[in-house]
């Protein structure tokens, strides 16, 4: 299995606009980030992640020729506005695509896409085949690929985290229930959101995602959905334990 971070940023991105912090003008390459999402290898399939308003440039910059599935943790912008992109590999593919996300999830595609889902469409739009979720505990299959769905709090909103194998991922989340703790138990590789050092609403901070990724104790442990306001990577990377890194844009991981 090979995973693509094709972004690593929260909803702003990094540099936000019109930001002089010194994170916003770093020249590292570490420090730019993009709309978080992931590009799954595994068994011959190419699955991603949630596609967001840079869905498109990250596509481009991975050289991604073909999609077999999109699977969505939840309906938040920032991960969504970019499914009108994946009418490229329409065309290419001549299929429709398969999209994964709970009802509630769809529901809202449906209403911020109506023209996709349209009884009479315009020609060229994209062409989805849909796939509810209906279960956060019971498996599901992905192009024949078992994933097995975790439950987590973005504040008050349930969205998913998954698991493939080995690989766990889950961004956009503040809590963890100690039974969706035990679905991640025993990954080899855990990605996890650390937003900022400071409290916040609905995400994890870096020291709680530490504190997570501490009792689980993956062989690796990457935190992603970051802010301007965790700080400059190299200086934050230096101070994390030798199994957590922080993920970057373009970062490749083999399991």
């Known amino acids: 299995m090979k995973i693509t971070f094709l972004g690593t940023g929260t909803s702003q991105g990094v540099p936000v606009i019109g930001c002089q912090c010194a994170v916003c003008l770093s020249v590292d390459y570490r420090d730019k980030r993009l709309r978080v999402s992931v590009h799954v290898q595994i068994g011959g399939k190419s699955i991603i992640i949630d596609s967001g308003p840079d869905f498109r440039q990250q596509a481009l910059r991975a050289r991604i020729d073909h999609l077999d599935a999109l699977v969505f943790t939840h309906e938040h912008k920032d991960h969504t506005a970019g499914m009108d992109d994946i009418r490229a590999y329409n065309f290419r593919q001549q299929q429709d695509m398969p999209v994964y996300a709970e009802p509630r999830v769809l529901y809202q595609l449906r209403q911020e896409y109506a023209y996709i889902f349209a009884e009479h469409k315009y020609p060229g739009v994209p062409q989805v085949k849909v796939h509810p979720i209906l279960s956060d505990t019971d498996s599901f299959w992905v192009e024949g690929i078992e994933v097995h769905p975790i439950r987590?709090?973005?504040?008050k909103l349930p969205v998913l985290g998954?698991?493939?194998?080995?690989?766990t991922y889950l961004t956009d989340a503040n809590h963890l229930s100690p039974e969706s703790m035990e679905r991640m138990r025993g990954s080899e590789v855990i990605v996890l959101n650390a937003l900022r050092h400071e409290k916040h609403i609905s995400h994890f901070t870096l020291r709680e995602a530490v504190d997570i990724l501490t009792e689980l104790a993956p062989a690796r442990g990457y935190l992603t959905h970051i802010s301007h306001q965790l700080g400059r990577h190299r200086e934050v990377e230096?101070?994390?334990?030798?199994?957590?890194?922080?993920?970057?844009?373009?970062l490749q991981v083999t399991l």
Do not use: T
């Open 152 to 155: 987590a709090l973005h504040y």
């Open 162 to 167: 998954f698991r493939i194998g080995g690989f």
């Open 238 to 250: 230096a101070e994390l334990p030798p199994f957590i890194r922080l993920a970057y844009d373009g």
